[in-house]
Every structure is written in C-alpha cells, then in structure tokens.
C-alpha cells in the first residue's frame, strides 16, 4: 500500500509517499480502506516537532480522520464487516495511507448521504467542537455563542451544532468568501475578524451583554480581547494557540467569567463514545453536515499542509489515496 512517511521532523517537505506491507488487525480492531483522510492544522505541529509532550515518534504517518470501506476485522470484532462504509476516530497507523488500522471502539458507521471525503472531516473538527460547547462550556438554548474562524473546520462544526442547540450564534472570517460560508451554515451575524471595529460590533449586537460563551481557535491573538467581550457568567473554551497570550484576570473577576482549555486527545473514552454517537445521531438527522472545501491526492500531502495553516480557510481538507 502507499503511505506518507516523516522519519524527520521539518517542514511540509519532510512528507514523504512510500510504499508499505498491509497491516493486519488484531483482536477487536478493525482495517479501514481509506477512501479520504482529514487533515488537521494540529498535524502540521507534530510534523515540525513543535507539538510538545504531543510529538510522535519517528517515523511515524500523519493523520487521526478517515472515512472508508470496512476491509478486515480481528478477533472479537462481530458488528462490523467487509465492506461497511465507516469513518474513524483516531487510528493506530496514520489515515494518510491507503488503509488505516484502527480500534474497534474508534470506528463509527458512516450514513449513506454523507461522502467518504465528508467523513473524512468528522473525528477532529467535530469532536472538538462537540466537547468544547457541550461538555465544557455547558451551552444552553437563547445563549449567544461567539465562533473564531467560524470557516474552518471546527468553526463550521460549532456553528452546525450551536445551530441545532437553540443558540444565538456570531461567527467570524477573514475575507467575504468566509463571511458567505458562515452566513450560509447559519450563523445569525457573520464579522470580519480584520475589522477594527469588530469587537465593538459584538458587544453591539449582544446590546451590551457580550457573549455567553466563546471558542477560541487563536488564544495568542484573541484572548485578553475575548475576556471584555463576555457576559456575565461567561465562558472562554480555548481551543488553538499559536504561542502565549496575556490577559487581564480583573476582566474575569469582573464578569465572574472563566477560561476553559483542551485538547482532544485528553478526552476519557466514555467521553469519546459519546461525543462519536452525538456525531453519528446529527448526521442521521441532517444538522451535521462537514464541508469539503479541497480534495488533493495523498502524494500532495505537503501542499495541503501549507494550506491547512495559511489564512481564509473554507471547509476542511482532505487528501484521497
């Protein structure tokens, strides 16, 4: 099978396409044909070893999303079979390859009406979008959401659930083809995050009470200005960050706020299980609905690395072996 190998930590260049011996499932795993594989900005921290405790090991292949085909099943593994169209939640192997091996309990059964390549932007984006607003902040029906980088991956995720949940939701992107796609996903107002003026328009439109709660995909840039624009009672789930942040703890005691933080793979298991059937009801039930905003081929790895980090992001991408 083909595979895309980093044996040394570095720039997009350092993704490699290699040829590789199919692996075989073990008892309760499962051995998905990866029909499109997500890619995640994370994972272009890992590939430079800037990802901290984070780092894989070398060499290792990229990648935790994938949807595909069920091609073979280990021991103990009697609800799934050849053929079942799945997407994963995380793999043993690396989804960017031709096939993924993965733990039974990682892998959710994929509904017809969703494409492989849609499926393929589920486990990341969504997840964290589900723990962020539903596990963490405790959002509630009328509570205003404010959604950083609203066109991306999660952003559009968060606005897919938020949506679904009752909220009053403001979304934010960088350009007008940005604006229009979180317009369209449902947003209530969508605001141009290079706007001078666009924190005022927030506090505007919420008349004077700020957001209820924040995801927060840039905490270096946004967090001291996040904290003057909650409500009272309000929270900040951090969910990116390109470096530190500084802030102002009067503007939390003030609001009796808090900021929250986390990273998916921090997640207990039963956690994940139920965020994997929260993703799989929503899709059956047509609320959830990932946009695909570019398809490469597995072999242009590197150049969807230098897209997932470059600004105006659309949708996710994904690679196709």
Not at 88 to 108: D, H, I, K, N
Not at 196 to 223: F, H, K, W
Not at 254 to 265: C, N
Request: glycine share 12%.
């Amino acid at each position: 099978m083909k595979r895309i190998r980093v044996h040394a930590f570095g720039g997009p260049e350092v993704l490699v396409i290699e040829d590789a011996e199919l692996p075989k499932p073990g008892p309760q795993e499962v051995l998905i044909r990866v029909k499109a594989a997500g890619v995640n900005p994370y994972e272009t921290y890992a590939r430079a070893g800037t990802y901290g405790a984070r780092n894989p090991t070398l060499p290792y292949t990229p990648g935790s999303d994938a949807a595909g085909t069920v091609e073979a099943v280990g021991e103990g593994v009697r609800d799934l079979a050849r053929g079942d169209r799945v997407f994963a939640m995380g793999t043993l192997t690396g989804s960017y390859a031709e096939f993924a091996l993965c733990e039974r309990t990682r892998v959710q059964w994929l509904p017809n009406p969703i494409s492989y390549a849609q499926g393929a932007g589920l486990f990341v984006p969504y997840a964290t979008a589900y723990r962020a607003l539903f596990q963490l902040a405790r959002i509630a029906p009328a509570e205003t959401l404010l959604v950083h980088g609203a066109s991306g991956g999660v952003g559009i995720a968060a606005l897919q659930f938020a949506r679904a949940a009752g909220l009053i939701v403001i979304g934010t992107a960088g350009t007008e083809r940005g604006l229009e796609l979180v317009g369209r996903q449902g947003a209530h107002h969508a605001l141009n995050h290079h706007a001078p003026d666009y924190q005022t328009q927030i506090i505007g439109l919420t008349e004077g009470r700020g957001a209820d709660a924040i995801l927060e995909v840039l905490a270096n840039v946004n967090l001291g200005q996040d904290l003057r624009m909650l409500a009272s009672g309000g929270r900040v789930v951090v969910i990116g960050s390109r470096g530190d942040a500084t802030i102002t703890p009067r503007d939390l005691m003030a609001r009796d706020a808090s900021i929250m933080a986390m990273m998916l793979w921090n997640v207990p298991a039963e956690g994940l299980r139920k965020i994997g059937w929260a993703i799989r009801a929503g899709l059956e039930k047509g609320f959830l609905d990932p946009v695909v905003g570019l398809e490469l081929p597995l072999a242009q790895a590197a150049e969807a690395h230098r897209r997932i980090v470059s600004p105006g992001a659309l949708g996710k991408i994904v690679l196709i072996p």
